[in-house]
């Protein structure tokens, strides 16, 4: 099996409610992207958003810096008295995110919708705490 390994990353926003917002990721969250996920996602946290969705079904790689990048993001987020909810996340990432113990720590929904809906306006605390 072949992995189509492209390097691009695009982030589009939606805001569905006041300090919410999804971001979509499309392309793959390696290395050489992951800067661009982590500014991107921090923008949307400093710019009012805390309570922040990544919908991952369009991602079609992460390597441990596009891991890392996810980490970042959620603690920025619960710094500025927001969260992180995961949605979407393909086969092979979920499979990353339950190895890594990541899956413990951040919510996973199977749609940025179900993410948004489980979101409330309370600063939120992680798992094991």
Same mark, same amino acid.
């Given at each position: 099996?072949?992995?189509?390994?492209?390097?691009?990353?695009?982030?589009t926003?939606q805001?569905p409610?006041p300090?919410?917002?999804?971001?979509?990721?499309?392309?793959?969250?390696?290395?050489?992207?992951?800067?661009?996920? &982590?500014s991107?996602? @921090?923008?949307? /946290?400093q710019?009012g958003? !805390?309570?922040?969705?990544?919908?991952l079904?369009q #991602?079609?790689f992460?390597d441990s810096?596009?891991?890392?990048?996810?980490?970042?993001?959620w603690?920025a987020?619960?710094e500025?008295?927001?969260?992180?909810?995961?949605a979407?996340?393909?086969?092979?990432?979920m &499979?990353?995110l339950? @190895?890594?113990? /990541?899956?413990?720590?951040? !919510?996973?929904?199977a749609?940025?919708?179900?993410a #948004?809906?489980?979101?409330?306006?309370?600063?939120s605390?992680?798992?094991?705490?």
């Amino acid at each position: 099996m072949t992995t189509d390994v492209t390097h691009t990353l695009h982030l589009t926003v939606q805001h569905p409610r006041p300090g919410h917002a999804i971001a979509t990721i499309v392309g793959d969250a390696d290395m050489r992207t992951a800067p661009t996920l &982590r500014s991107g996602a @921090l923008e949307i /946290i400093q710019q009012g958003h !805390p309570r922040l969705v990544l919908d991952l079904a369009q #991602v079609g790689f992460c390597d441990s810096a596009g891991l890392s990048a996810i980490i970042g993001i959620w603690h920025a987020a619960q710094e500025a008295g927001g969260a992180l909810s995961l949605a979407g996340a393909p086969d092979r990432l979920m &499979r990353m995110l339950s @190895l890594t113990g /990541i899956d413990s720590l951040l !919510p996973v929904h199977a749609t940025a919708a179900d993410a #948004v809906a489980t979101m409330t306006d309370t600063p939120s605390t992680s798992a094991g705490r």
